[in-house]
């Protein structure tokens, strides 16, 4: 028997098999259903695991920047403490040195040590002192100013090698 007219007639077996032709359909359909409900399952658990695995790696990474963080602000202060040691050392040398001078200084007796003679002496040391002030600064200006040529040098360049590689 056909259930529709025209070229889309389908043949159907209902008047001549009855409801098991309809207890079959409905067993295919609910196969195809419950294979559909798996593979969504499936999809679900497989997206659930790539979530997992994407925000498991980022967590990963934060620790990895985070350990890397923890050691550069340890060798940081490993490094401060040891200058720290210096310095104190070096004050304790500068001590220890000013007390001796003072503990064997020779006693003048005569008019070579004049008040003027003491000033001169003072001001000799004030005067190496802002030279060697004033040394270090020019050294700092330079290094900088070398570093800025070295920058632009380096800017430079790659904008002439991106050129290059633009017009290739």
Same mark, same amino acid.
């Given at each position: 028997?056909?259930?529709?007219?025209?070229?889309?007639?389908?043949?159907?077996?209902?008047?001549?098999?009855?409801e098991h032709?309809?207890?079959?359909?409905?067993?295919?359909?609910?196969?195809?259903?419950?294979?559909?409900?798996? %593979?969504?399952?499936?999809?679900?658990? !497989?997206?659930?695991?790539?979530? %997992?695995?994407?925000?498991?790696?980022?967590?990963?990474?934060?620790?990895?920047?985070?350990?890397?963080?923890?050691?550069?602000?340890?060798?940081?202060?490993?490094?401060?403490?040891?200058?720290?040691?210096?310095?104190? !050392?070096?004050? !304790?040398?500068?001590?220890?040195?000013?007390?001796? !001078?003072?503990?064997?200084?020779?006693?003048?007796?005569?008019?070579?040590?004049?008040?003027?003679?003491?000033?001169?002496?003072?001001?000799?040391?004030?005067?190496?002192?802002?030279?060697?002030?004033?040394?270090?600064?020019?050294?700092?200006?330079?290094?900088?100013?070398?570093?800025?040529?070295? %920058?632009?040098?380096?800017?430079?360049? %790659?904008?002439?090698?991106?050129?290059?590689f633009m017009?290739?």
């Open positions: 028997m056909m259930n529709a007219q025209g070229p889309y007639a389908v043949y159907s077996h209902m008047k001549k098999q009855g032709a309809y207890q079959g359909e409905r067993k295919t359909r609910k196969a195809a259903y419950n294979r559909f409900e798996d %593979d969504l399952r499936n999809l679900q658990s !497989e997206r659930e695991a790539q979530r %997992d695995q994407f925000f498991g790696n980022i967590k990963e990474e934060q620790m990895l920047v985070q350990a890397q963080r923890q050691f550069q602000l340890q060798t940081n202060k490993q490094n401060q403490d040891y200058i720290l040691g210096q310095i104190a !050392e070096e004050q !304790e040398k500068r001590r220890a040195r000013r007390e001796e !001078e003072v503990a064997y200084k020779k006693p003048h007796f005569g008019p070579e040590e004049t008040h003027d003679v003491v000033e001169d002496m003072t001001y000799e040391e004030r005067l190496k002192k802002h030279t060697t002030l004033n040394n270090l600064k020019a050294q700092i200006k330079h290094r900088e100013e070398s570093k800025a040529a070295n %920058d632009a040098a380096e800017k430079q360049c %790659d904008r002439e090698n991106l050129d290059r017009e290739v």
